[in-house]
Antibody, heavy 119, light 108 residues
Framework: EVQLVESGGGLVQPGRSMKLSCAAS????????MAWVCQAPKKGLEWVAT????????YYRDSVKGRFTISRDNAKSTLYLQMDSLRSEDTATYYC????????????WGQGVMVTVSS | DIQMTQSPASLSASLGETVTIECRAS??????LAWYQQKPGKSPQLLIY???SLHTGVPSRFSGSGSGTQYSLKINSLQSEDVASYFC??????????FGAGTKLELK
């Protein structure tokens, strides 16, 4: 069974940093691109970043470029999102998602982790 | 960036009814479209990919169709467990991958 379990969220002050983790199991992690997708309270879904199966390529939405870094440790089957210079508008639930290879729709999602940026 | 316009924003329907949700892309996305269901307090779940292919385990009352810039999700014989928000997503042209704003489906 595919499982994605996020951790690391919480309350953080504007301008500070936070690192999210996503532990994957039930599939061969290093065969799949992975992504982070966020959802502000009562809002829609917004793609944040994607990393290729081997970590060689990364893509970001414009609003997080230069502030967020997606990375992965294939030996640990874990995906990360380092979030720096956080802003109030980054407040959202962050989901880890598996991207189906060749097409990049998101076929499995984690339960999500809430990040609140507030003083 | 490709914009995804989803309609309606909300929908109220009765048990057993057939409902349709539309998604329009700002340019041709060549069937690079997925539909997701998100129940209250839960994470999104994939329903349809490649515009019309049913994801593993999804009931056959869900179906997707369309081409070019116009796509739709149809739910036949609405069940109570279908109460959820539904989102479309294009993955033909990225970055960024873009989602529709969502449709909230409620029971009448």
């Amino acid at each position: 069974e595919v499982q994605l379990v996020e951790s690391g969220g919480g309350l953080v002050q504007p301008g500070r940093s936070m690192k999210l983790s996503c532990a994957a199991s039930g599939f061969t992690f290093n065969n799949y691109d992975m992504a982070w997708v966020c959802q502000a309270p009562k809002k829609g879904l917004e793609w944040v970043a994607t990393i290729s199966y081997d970590g060689s390529s990364t893509y970001y939405r414009d609003s997080v470029k230069g502030r967020f870094t997606i990375s992965r440790d294939n030996a640990k089957s874990t995906l990360y999102l380092q979030m720096d210079s956080l802003r109030s508008e980054d407040t959202a639930t962050y989901y880890c998602a598996r991207a189906y290879y060749g097409y990049d729709y998101f076929d499995y999602w984690g339960q999500g982790v809430m990040v609140t940026v507030s003083s | 960036d490709i914009q995804m316009t989803q309609s309606p924003a909300s929908l109220s329907a009765s048990l057993g009814e057939t409902v349709t949700i539309e998604c329009r892309a700002s340019e041709d996305i060549y069937n690079g479209l997925a539909w997701y269901q998100q129940k209250p307090g839960k994470s999104p779940q994939l329903l349809i990919y490649n515009a019309n292919s049913l994801h593993t385990g999804v009931p056959s009352r869900f179906s997707g169709s369309g081409s070019g810039t116009q796509y739709s999700l149809k739910i036949n014989s609405l069940q109570s467990e279908d109460v959820a928000s539904y989102f479309c997503q294009q993955y033909y042209n990225y970055p960024p991958y873009t989602f529709g704003a969502g449709t909230k489906l409620e029971l009448k």
